[in-house]
């Protein structure tokens, strides 16, 4: 067998584009090294700097690699049995102490597919519906608007189809460049090479910014807002597209509904007031509408810039407003499309692991869609959507007793990071699954030890609904166990049954019989292709894009909602008189976990760094690189000054990445009331120099 058969290939285990590549195992571990795939499915070949450095951390010397527990507040090495035992006694006598709901389960969407079902279906096994997953913190509120006004939480179009077919990219509060590079880099600037416009609305010029060299043409348009005034400019967008008569009358006639109440909305809203709050000049704004509204095919791809405010769902509903009015959707280059964070970041919440749904977004409180899962699973299912991640570690220690860890980092990702550390200490148990001692396994009571992306096999939906196939490269530590054996393990030995399974695709057997949007897949089917959900039935080839006849509402029409401007819940004050906004490094991975021991990653940016704006500086006193303490009404961080135009003057923006300074000490974990997710992107801070 030559070198080449034996590659395995498997999907990057990074973000959600879900790139192809293809590993080469090498005579041990750390010979592991990529090869190429020139046709692999989403990215033919090309791989970004993260990506390039997956196999980095396989084979890392942190690795967790025997199960520990806590004895006397130290961590010992443990039997596996030992680990176990350990863990059912405590989820038993915490259900028999407290009740089912005093547990809280956490899913991952760096676990795969099978991976979370398994743990969502092990949580309402014990009777709780307290299960999330960490796309609760990204997209939640996109989720919520997109599935309540067009029927499905998820992007309308796919990569593809967009760089083929759209003639204006409308790209706010995301950054393709830095945190969906492959996507940007071939898709979307082949569109452009061709003629595509780009508009971004940010605060913070990036590396989308710089990829589009969007500031030194006509073509593109860079509108840099205050934070937190996304609904007012995009109203002032729709105002321009109603005066002029830029709608697509027959659209909005046949396929929406609620259109009276976005003019009844708009009737006295002033434009100039309005661009003056975002600080954007007016016509600015009326001439990105205008692009927006003349192309032929005009696509929005939304970020977590939208999402992460107490307004989120609104935000992104507004988006869904403009797109309805003009009949840019179901079509392909069209639609709403967030543009999601981790690998598996779709497929987490399709397969249930949420609160209020089970899997294929079936809402729990619906006594027919329960029954029917029910059926499946052989045990009935409360019928109370239970709580969210956030909703879970602020109980802890309340009405949470216990918590059940995969893969997730809360001190890290969760708003307020010492509020989530003061809770875990409360905690009666918890239990971690991870591949590193993370800043939030420390608190755990027992930790288990899993296998990395390079070791396992499942499937993982990435950002545009493809379902693929992650395959195990070779096994690197001899005592740890996938995420699958373990949770089937826990279940098995609480329960008897219903865990129990031979592999991934057996759990995917059970996956599809119970998430309609997954019918048709199986692992022979999805191949080395994968495929776009919906696919209910073997054959299907799945949707590209979605909504061509008719939206997926109880009506069958889209939805239009007027919004209103809602502030930020926190503005600046005399005593805090900055916005602190914050974002992801292309070089790093959300909380850090795996990017901070990748050398190649660190390299680039080894610490956390603040973006003031000159002005800004100067009034402070602040000189570029040197230290400044930064403070919220939740913490202080001290970091390095970058003092750059790049940033709105009165914002100042960092990141989470980093354990000794993360923004995540900062911000606010005030939520959306609909969605629950936190308000990461907006907090009243002040700079001090040292
Ligand atoms: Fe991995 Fe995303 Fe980079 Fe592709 S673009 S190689 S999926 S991190």
Same mark, same amino acid.
């Given at each position: ?45 090309? %791989? ?88 609760? !913190? ?99 967008? %729709? ?18 509904? =609620? ?44 970020? !977590? ?143 288990? @030890? ?65 998430? @309609? ?38 009506? =069958? ?54 973006? %003031? ?78």
């Amino acid at each position: 067998m030559t070198e080449e058969q034996e590659a395995v290939k498997t999907i990057c285990p990074y973000c959600g584009v879900g790139c192809g590549i293809k590993v080469q195992p090498g005579a041990k571990p750390g010979d592991m090294r990529f090869v190429p795939w020139g046709d692999a499915p989403v990215n033919e070949g090309r %791989i970004c700097i993260k990506g390039g450095a997956a196999t980095e951390v396989v084979d890392h010397e942190d690795r967790l690699t025997d199960p520990l527990v806590k004895e006397d507040g130290e961590f010992r090495e443990a039997s596996w049995g030992e680990a176990f035992d350990r863990v059912v006694g405590e989820l038993e006598r915490i259900r028999e102490e407290h009740g089912p709901d005093a547990m809280g389960f956490f899913g991952s969407s760096k676990t795969m597919n099978e991976e979370n079902y398994l743990l969502q279906k092990l949580a309402r096994r014990y009777g709780t519906n307290n299960v999330d997953n960490c796309t609760r !913190m990204c997209h939640a509120s996109t989720v919520w608007a997109l599935r309540t006004s067009l029927g499905a939480g998820a992007m309308t179009n796919s990569m593809a189809d967009l760089e083929e077919a759209a003639d204006v990219f409308w790209i706010q509060g995301a950054n393709p460049g830095e945190q969906h590079p492959i996507a940007n880099s071939q898709y979307f600037r082949q569109a452009v090479l061709e003629g595509a416009t780009v508009i971004q609305v940010d605060p913070h010029a990036n590396k989308t910014t710089r990829s589009f060299q969007i500031e030194e043409t006509d073509r593109h348009m860079h509108l840099q807002l205050n934070p937190g005034t996304d609904i007012p400019l995009l109203n002032v967008v %729709i105002k321009t597209v109603l005066e002029n008569g830029w709608i697509d009358e027959e659209f909005v006639a046949e396929r929406t509904e =609620g259109f009276e109440h976005l003019e009844e909305t708009l009737a006295d809203f002033d434009r100039e007031e309005a661009a003056e709050q975002c600080g954007v000049p007016l016509e600015d704004i009326e001439l990105a509408a205008e692009k927006y509204a003349m192309a032929n095919n005009a696509a929005i791809f939304t970020g !977590m810039g939208m999402s992460q405010h107490t307004c989120g769902v609104d935000n992104v509903q507004n988006e869904i407003n403009l797109a309805l009015v003009t009949g840019n959707v179901g079509r392909p280059g069209t639609g709403v499309n967030p543009l999601r964070g981790q690998n598996n970041v779709q497929g987490t919440c399709d397969v249930g692991a949420m609160p209020n749904v089970l899997p294929g977004y079936q809402p729990v409180d619906d006594d027919e869609a329960r029954k029917s899962v029910e059926a499946v699973w052989g045990f009935e299912v409360p019928p109370e959507p239970g709580l969210t991640n956030v909703e879970i570690t602020r109980a802890a220690g309340d009405t949470v007793a216990g918590l059940y860890i995969m893969g997730e980092n809360p001190v890290m990702s969760e708003p307020d990071g010492n509020r989530v550390e003061e809770r875990l200490r409360e905690l009666e148990f918890i239990v971690a699954q991870d591949i590193f001692m993370t800043e939030t396994a420390k608190y755990a009571d027992v930790i288990l @030890p899993a296998t990395t992306w390079a070791e396992r096999g499942g499937t993982v939906t990435n950002t545009d609904r493809r379902v693929q196939r992650m395959r195990p490269v070779r096994k690197v530590h001899g005592n740890t166990k996938h995420d699958l054996e373990i949770v089937s393990e826990v279940g098995t030995r609480l329960f008897g049954e219903g865990f129990d399974f031979e592999d991934p695709e057996d759990v995917f057997e059970e996956l599809r019989q119970v998430c @309609p949007s997954y019918h048709g897949m199986t692992y022979d089917l999805l191949g080395e292709e994968g495929i776009h959900w919906p696919c209910y039935e073997p054959g299907d080839e799945g949707d590209p894009y979605l909504y061509e006849e008719s939206f997926d509402t109880e009506s =069958g029409l889209g939805h239009i909602e007027g919004v209103r401007h809602q502030p930020p819940r926190e503005t600046p004050d005399e005593e805090y008189p900055m916005i602190l906004t914050t974002a992801r490094l292309e070089e790093h991975y959300n909380t850090g976990t795996m990017s901070r021991r990748s050398p190649t990653l660190n390299r680039q940016h080894p610490e956390n760094f603040v973006d %003031i704006h000159p002005n800004d500086a100067e009034r402070y006193g602040v000189s570029d690189g040197e230290d400044v303490t930064i403070r919220s009404r939740r913490g202080e961080i001290t970091v390095r000054a970058n003092v750059t135009e790049a940033i709105k003057e009165g914002s100042i923006w960092t990141t989470p990445h980093f354990a000794a300074a993360s923004a995540n000490r900062l911000t606010n974990d005030v939520l959306d009331e609909r969605a629950k997710i936190p308000e990461y992107k907006a907090a009243a801070a002040e700079i001090e120099v040292g």
